[in-house]
């Protein structure tokens, strides 16, 4: 897709990998509208010619108002960036169970109920992307954020699943799976707290506008999958080939987290 004088509406863009989408399609020539919680943010991310709802997304009126606000402005929504998503670190056996429903209806629910909302009107308009930003969590299931992992494996199905759905109405849906991203995501937890040492795993991070150019180009390209950095596709691999040694890796970084508090 050439996103110059497209329309891309992205949720959660007041800060991290949303904020650093902004920039990078409006870089493209891209006309952008934003939705999330802080209206301060948002007007500084945005700019002028950018529109802003600011509200929660897990309201049924913010997620309305945001959709016609877009259309409204620009006539079309041409992709829809569903960024906008929170953490859990506490065990599953463990975890309140109002985090864990407050967790899947952002993670999950939101994304699914946003597509509902734009899809009628791309098939319309002859045709569009959907961007589902999960995580490499959703590749390979890690055991300091069970939950997490959970709410991004379903969000990655239902992608691979709407993309099937819409393929004869011309929309395409990409599934992007970021490892490390240096954002203040780990600093906005519903519940538990961030081992150490897993906090000090930098290895292999990237940064957030690294994360938003790879997002950016696989629209751009059509890819299925965005995976970022390229690395993580070694995890996965793993993943599918020695899933007993891989288990027996996750458990010792599990185990050397938990010492870690």
Not at 198 to 211: D, G, L, N, P, V
Request: include cysteine; hydrophobic fraction near 45%; glycine fraction near 12%.
């Amino acid at each position: 897709m050439k996103l110059e004088g497209k329309t891309v509406l992205i949720t959660g863009a007041s800060e991290g990998i949303g904020a650093a989408c902004v920039e990078a399609f409006r870089k493209r020539g891209a006309r952008i509208s934003v939705v999330a919680r802080s209206r301060d943010k948002l007007e500084r991310i945005a700019g002028a010619d950018g529109v802003i709802t600011a509200g929660d997304l897990t309201d049924p009126a913010v997620r309305a108002a945001c959709v016609a606000a877009t259309i409204g402005e620009f006539g079309s929504i041409d992709v829809l960036v569903n960024n906008a998503g929170i953490g859990l670190y506490s065990p599953s056996w463990q975890a309140d169970m109002e985090d864990i429903r407050r967790l899947m209806e952002l993670n999950f629910f939101v994304p699914v109920a946003m597509a509902q909302l734009v899809v009628p009107h791309m098939a319309r308009h002859g045709g569009g992307v959907i961007v589902n930003v999960g995580s490499i969590a959703g590749k390979v299931t890690l055991p300091w954020m069970t939950i997490y992992s959970a709410s991004k494996f379903a969000l990655g199905s239902w992608t691979d699943g709407l993309r099937l759905e819409l393929k004869d109405k011309g929309i395409h849906t990409i599934n992007v799976c970021p490892g490390y991203v240096k954002t203040g995501f780990q600093d906005h937890m519903l519940g538990g707290r961030v081992p150490g040492s897993i906090r000090r795993s930098k290895k292999f991070a990237i940064t957030a506008e690294q994360c938003a150019e790879a997002i950016v180009r696989g629209v751009e390209r059509g890819k299925r999958t965005v995976l970022t950095p390229a690395v993580g596709w070694a995890l996965v691999a793993a993943a599918r080939l020695l899933p007993g040694l891989l288990d027996w890796q996750l458990h010792r970084l599990y185990r050397g987290a938990e010492g870690s508090d």
